[in-house]
């Protein structure tokens, strides 16, 4: 899979694209990750990629021509003409949809990702519309640039395509993943002791050692059972959920037991 990322501060990513799972992707050349320069698409002898908005108002906007250009270099199919299935060009802005685990799995399975980081008070609207079919923001809040929201949506996707983690398993079983049913049990093996999150939050996790400052790992754990412990897990990403994104609740698929659960756990509240 190839991202192209669209910016007037490449070196933004140098660090970021040289550490851990995104760098071990590249080198195994599961992932290829183009940084292009808006400037060298300028053709003054300032670079200038930004001028006043018409109808006056605060701030710069980022100019139509250099964006243009630089999308156009990269020889991915103009908008009217794109397979959306196969690649996509994303406008990183404030004004986006909201960027999802759910939208991080749909773009895991194109080829080609191209982002367009905007800066100053935005992007030249012509740009969108000539250019982008998608206009993404990683959450409600303004950052100075998209180069964030670049780095942020390339992390999540590409670690969802196969071979990029070492357990195929780590991008499942954890917050915002699939729901059980997405996962086949194999009676020739040992069950699972995990619970799809359906949409939920992921549950506490613990290691070594058994007690740590006077605060014990919890006795179901260490049991060995894997019902309990799976129902353990289930209960505690509810209660997680219940307590940090009661919105997500609306949208998972809960059990019977599920809801049961929950009601109890509201009315001790």
């Excluded at 992932?31 to 320069?37: A, L, P, Q, S, Y």
């Amino acid at each position: 899979m190839r991202f192209d990322i669209i910016t007037i501060f490449p070196e933004f990513f140098s660090s970021f694209f040289g550490h851990g799972v995104v760098k071990r992707a590249i080198t195994n050349q599961l992932i290829d990750i183009k940084v292009h320069d808006l400037r060298n698409f300028t053709h003054d002898r300032h670079r200038t990629v930004d001028d006043r908005p018409y109808g006056g108002g605060e701030g710069m906007v980022l100019k139509p021509e250099p964006i243009m250009e630089a999308v156009e270099s990269l020889g991915i199919a103009p908008k009217n003409d794109r397979d959306f299935a196969r690649e996509s060009v994303i406008l990183l802005s404030a004004q986006g949809v909201k960027f999802t685990q759910s939208v991080a799995r749909a773009l895991s399975t194109l080829d080609r990702v191209v982002t367009i980081c905007g800066r100053y008070e935005g992007v030249d609207e012509r740009v969108n519309d000539l250019a982008c079919d998608r206009e993404l923001s990683i959450g409600d809040y303004v950052l100075s640039g998209g180069e964030l929201g670049a780095a942020v949506i390339v992390d999540a996707t590409m670690r969802l395509l196969p071979g990029v983690l070492g357990n195929e398993a780590s991008s499942a079983f954890e917050s915002f993943g699939h729901p059980d049913e997405h996962f086949a049990e194999n009676s020739d093996v040992t069950p699972r002791s995990t619970h799809g999150a359906g949409g939920l939050l992921d549950y506490p996790h613990y290691t070594r050692p058994a007690e740590f400052r006077g605060l014990a790992v919890p006795d179901v754990l260490a049991g060995g059972n894997h019902d309990q412990i799976r129902r353990w897990r289930r209960e505690r990403a509810l209660e997680k959920t219940l307590r940090n994104r009661p919105d997500l609740l609306e949208e998972s698929e809960l059990s019977s037991e599920d809801r049961l659960f929950l009601q109890r756990l509201k009315t001790r509240a």
